[in-house]
C-alpha cells in the first residue's frame, strides 16, 4: 500500500537548535517525494523536493530508500520556521500526492 | 494577479443541503486536485482532472462530485450523501500530472 507516514503531529524546539521532522513512506515503484510548508494564514506551498536535491531556507532532505525515509532538516531553528510541514509521495502515472498528516513545528524565542 | 482562487473562503450550509465550492486558475494548467483537509488528518483526495473534461474519483469521493467543461474551473459539489461535511476544502493544479503543484487558500465549510 502507498503511505506517507509523519510520526510527530508537533515538534517544539528553541531558536537555533537542530530540527528534524520525520518521514517514512510506503511504495512499490520509485518514489518522488516532496516536502510542503504551510505558515499560518497562508496556503500550503512547496518546500523542496528529493529530486532537485536543493536546500530551501536551510533545510534540506535525503532520500533514504535503504529506510524508505525523507528527513526534513534544519541545523539551526529559526521562530520563522514555525509552521506545519507535509510530507508527499507522487503517486506514480497518475501524477496525485499522497500527503502524510503533517508535523507542526514550533521554534520557541 | 496569476494563480489559483478558491471561493468563497468560508461557507456555511444547513444539513441535507449540496454545496459547491469554487476553484479557478489562470495559469493555464491541465490539471486539477480537490482535497480534503481535517486536523490530524493531513490532505485527503478527493477528485482529480489530469485534463479537461475529464476526472477520476481519489481515496474519498464518495459524498462529492466535479466537473471539468473548462480549463480554469474545477467546482466540486458536496451532496448531501457526505457524511461528515464539516473541512477545510483545498484546491491545487500544476502544468501537467508530474509538475508542482499549487495549492489554493482554501474553503472553510460548516454544515449545520
Known amino acids: 500500500a502507498q503511505r506517507v507516514t509523519q510520526p510527530e503531529k508537533l515538534l517544539s524546539v528553541f531558536k537555533g537548535a537542530p530540527v528534524e521532522l520525520k518521514c517514512n513512506y510506503s511504495y512499490s515503484g520509485s518514489p518522488e517525494l516532496f516536502w510542503y510548508v504551510q505558515y499560518s494564514r497562508q496556503r500550503l506551498q512547496l518546500l523542496l523536493r528529493h529530486i532537485s536535491r536543493e536546500s530551501i531556507k536551510g533545510f534540506t532532505a535525503d532520500l533514504n530508500k535503504g529506510e524508505t525515509s525523507f528527513h526534513l532538516k534544519k541545523p539551526f531553528a529559526q521562530e520563522e520556521d514555525s509552521a506545519m510541514y507535509y510530507c508527499?509521495?507522487?503517486?506514480?502515472?497518475?501524477?496525485?500526492?499522497?500527503f502524510g498528516k503533517g508535523t507542526k513545528l514550533s521554534v520557541k524565542p | 494577479d496569476g494563480g489559483i482562487t478558491q471561493s468563497p473562503k468560508y461557507l456555511f450550509r444547513k444539513e441535507g443541503q449540496n454545496v459547491t465550492l469554487s476553484c479557478e486558475q489562470n495559469?493555464?494548467?491541465?490539471?486539477m486536485y480537490w482535497y480534503r483537509q481535517d486536523p490530524g488528518q493531513g490532505l485527503r483526495l478527493i477528485y482529480y482532472?489530469?485534463?479537461?473534461?475529464?476526472?477520476q474519483k481519489g481515496d474519498i469521493a464518495e459524498g462529492y462530485s466535479v466537473s471539468r467543461e473548462k480549463k480554469e474551473s474545477f467546482p466540486l459539489t458536496v451532496t448531501s450523501a457526505q457524511k461528515n461535511p464539516t473541512a477545510f476544502y483545498l484546491c491545487a493544479s500544476s502544468l501537467t500530472s508530474n509538475t508542482e503543484a499549487f495549492f489554493g487558500q482554501g474553503t472553510r465549510l460548516t454544515v449545520v
Open positions: 482532472s489530469q485534463i479537461v473534461n475529464d476526472f
Open positions: 495559469l493555464n494548467h491541465d490539471a
Open positions: 508527499a509521495l507522487r503517486r506514480g502515472s497518475q501524477g496525485n500526492l499522497i
